[in-house]
């Protein structure tokens, strides 16, 4: 692995999921490329997202496009909370970016969160599930928030 010479406590994850929204799915297909550095203490990741998203909300039409399909960025700091033989669990806070504001936030900056289970086939290779959620706290309305289920592959 001569290209992880330069940082041989960092890991690249790819993977892909879906969107969701308090207590349904958004049809939103997300795909992130994720690097961790330092043992996966901090993430840095792009995220594109593949579809356009619908809330299933009364107020609106069935047909309401929700979000269009846009570039997202993330940064932020993990903690690894628990460790059971090739078991990792971590939650992760931080900052993100999104190319547009939508019906799920009205601002562009937003808060990052992450909650993550890892299963480690070797020192190598992993498999890591996650839920994340970016929100912007409420500065501005609408604060619905994007939310996520990922499964990604990572490799060091």
Known sequence: MLAWAHCPQCALEVGTGTTFFASHWTD????????????????????????NQFLKESVFPLSTISAHPFWGFTAMRRWQIL???????????????????????ATQWNFAYLLALRYSLDRHFFFEFSARHWSNAWIRLPNRGQDLLLMSVGFR
């Open 83 to 105: 460790h059971r033989a090739r078991w990792k669990l971590y939650v992760g806070f931080g900052a993100s970016y999104q190319t547009r504001a939508d019906l799920l936030d």
């Open 28 to 51: 939103g297909i997300a795909v992130p490329i994720l690097l961790e550095i330092d043992q996966s203490r901090w993430e840095i990741g792009a995220y594109r997202f593949l579809t």
